[in-house]
């Protein structure tokens, strides 16, 4: 009797345990069900703005909001009108606690000096996805400069968590599923009075940047294993010290590439290989500069080049092998030129594979001092010998350099009259619109495509509101599947190309444009390992060697924007101030 009263209670206590964590498990399940925007962001304040004095209250209450984190959440809505973009017609700006303010930019006079003064402030960090892409089109339609942006997606990586979209992002991290129709995306942004529906998606979209931000810095900040064994805090508190993170990212564009290759290298090293031989500009840890010698036929040193150039020539019968370590190779013809003063020392010295700026030796990515979108453009006889202009970064310094080079850009966009970020700054222009039809047709026509009823509908009806039809014809599909999507851009201009005219025509040419980058990179990084005899005038100095050994005409120096009295005497570089 006794032991079937204990075995009684034996079972109640485990049927009462098992109960308890079953409850416990449906209710971790519940709390991580998916729910949809609207639902999960019930509780945010909403205040839309369309006067300036609405402008100062509601800028006032941000700012007082943000102190803790020192972030709001960012995002911009426009029209597009046949593929073609119209001016920024919202800006969103959340804090953490759900405060939204929409500022309506379009229905606005001007904007408002509060609200550019808290877009300017580099003290709060505006967080969103591609937000450097919305400071473009701000500063092309109301020459707003928007400082301290951050894309989350540097954090996610940082995380290592993978990388995508808001909607994706706001999914995995915090369970919300964001209306990203394209009826309220491509909705009229800049009518009178928004819809409902309208004012709850841009208003999500700010808040869920701001509440990803918090979620990946509070996992930044969470202590280690050990420091929780140990008793002990870990690491130091990141909001107390969130410029260390988040500076590095600041105003930097998020690169896919980059970053999926960041987080192969701990889940796959061997895809970091297969990466490398396409992105040529990834952070390297392989030597750049090998330091082998080239010599002349008659023993002289000509440079030092790596051992692919190097052996290029052997196997081409064009050189021979005068040592294996260092490798040194001699060439069997004579060359164009030999290495005269020190421009041409400076190719006979070898160089260190560590960054110029801090010396860190472990990784590095090849910096353009110099930026391609500008070299392009000139002429065959500057861009010979251009690895004077490639230096050795880490990837924090390289990052750093970005930052401090878009200064000079936006500096170089007034002066020459060459907008950065204009809203045609493509050479072809896509009708998105266009493309939507024509990707629904296509799919509707699909023989072997197996749409779901509810797809299918979806797809007719974006036809027949595109063509205005009431019905769906095999005519109207094939018409739509053949649409054009892609248009030459008229008034396309090239930023770059617009620069290099512009000081093609004045003093000193092309060479007081390239010796001002350089003076650029050298007082805003500081350099503390740059390869001696590295010169702001390199190219001066070997173009003049060029044409006293008459390798060099007249109708070459004019290509570079310099005549002949140029090289005897010296030029002043249009000033910039100081790019720190």
Request: aromatic residues 10%.
């Amino acid at each position: 009797m006794e032991l079937d009263t204990k075995f009684k209670v034996f079972i109640t206590s485990t049927t009462l345990i098992v109960g308890s964590a079953s409850f416990v498990y449906l209710i971790s399940k519940f709390n991580k069900r998916c729910r949809n925007a609207i639902d999960a962001l019930n509780y945010l304040t909403i205040v839309t703005v369309t006067k300036e004095s609405e402008c100062n209250i509601v800028v006032g209450e941000l700012r007082r909001r943000c102190k803790f984190h020192r972030a709001v959440g960012f995002d911009c809505e426009w029209v597009t009108e046949h593929g073609k973009k119209r001016p920024v017609a919202l800006v969103q700006l959340s804090t953490f606690d759900g405060y939204c303010g929409l500022f309506r930019l379009n229905l606005l006079q001007t904007v408002p000096n509060s609200l550019k003064e808290l877009l300017n402030d580099v003290n709060i960090y505006k967080v969103g996805v591609a937000p450097s892409d919305d400071a473009k089109y701000l500063q092309a339609d109301y020459n707003i400069n928007l400082k301290s942006t951050l894309d989350v997606r540097h954090l996610a990586v940082l995380c290592r968590h993978h990388p995508g979209g808001l909607g994706s992002l706001s999914k995995s991290l915090l369970n919300i599923i964001l209306d990203k129709s394209w009826r309220v995306r491509c909705s009229n942004w800049e009518a009178d009075t928004l819809t409902d529906a309208q004012v709850k998606y841009a208003a999500a979209d700010a808040h869920v940047a701001i509440k990803i931000f918090v979620k990946l810095i509070d996992k930044l900040n969470k202590p280690s294993k050990w420091s929780m064994l140990l008793g002990t805090k870990g690491s130091k508190d990141v909001w107390n010290n969130l410029d260390d993170v988040c500076m590095k990212f600041a105003d930097f564009y998020f690169k896919v590439s980059h970053a999926l290759r960041g987080i192969d290298a701990v889940n796959n090293p061997k895809r970091i290989k297969e990466v490398s031989k396409t992105y040529s500009n990834l952070t390297r840890t392989k030597p750049l500069y090998h330091n082998c010698f080239l010599q002349a036929p008659d023993g002289e040193l000509l440079c030092t080049c790596d051992n692919k150039k190097a052996l290029w020539y052997v196997q081409k019968q064009l050189a021979d092998v005068v040592t294996e370590e260092p490798l040194t190779v001699r060439l069997r013809f004579e060359p164009a030129g030999r290495s005269v003063g020190e421009v041409g020392r400076y190719y006979q010295l070898t160089k260190e594979n560590k960054c110029v700026v801090c010396g860190n030796n472990n990784s590095y990515i090849r910096k353009n001092v110099v930026p391609r979108e500008y070299r392009k453009y000139f002429p065959d006889i500057m861009k010979d010998h251009s690895s004077h202009d490639v230096l050795l970064l880490c990837a924090p310094c390289h990052q750093r350099s970005n930052v401090t080079d878009q200064r000079v850009r936006d500096q170089l966009a007034s002066l020459c009259a060459a907008p950065l970020c204009n809203r045609d700054s493509s050479k072809y222009v896509e009708d998105s619109m266009q493309k939507k039809a024509r990707s629904a047709a296509r799919a509707l026509l699909n023989p072997f495509a197996t749409l779901p009823a509810w797809r299918r509908t979806e797809l007719e009806r974006l036809l027949l509101h595109y063509y205005q039809h009431d019905e769906i014809t095999t005519e109207l599909l094939q018409e739509a599947a053949d649409l054009q999507v892609l248009f030459e851009n008229q008034d396309y201009e090239s930023h770059g190309l617009k620069v290099v005219e512009f000081f093609l025509e004045g003093e000193g040419g092309l060479l007081a444009l390239e010796e001002m980058w350089r003076k650029h990179f050298l007082r805003s990084m500081q350099p503390k390992y740059m390869p001696e005899l590295w010169s702001t005038k390199h190219n001066e100095e070997r173009l003049r060697v060029k044409y006293n050994e008459g390798r060099l005409n007249e109708e070459q120096l004019k290509a570079i924007g310099v005549t002949v009295s140029d090289f005897s005497e010296q030029y002043e570089v249009i000033p910039f101030g100081n790019s720190n």
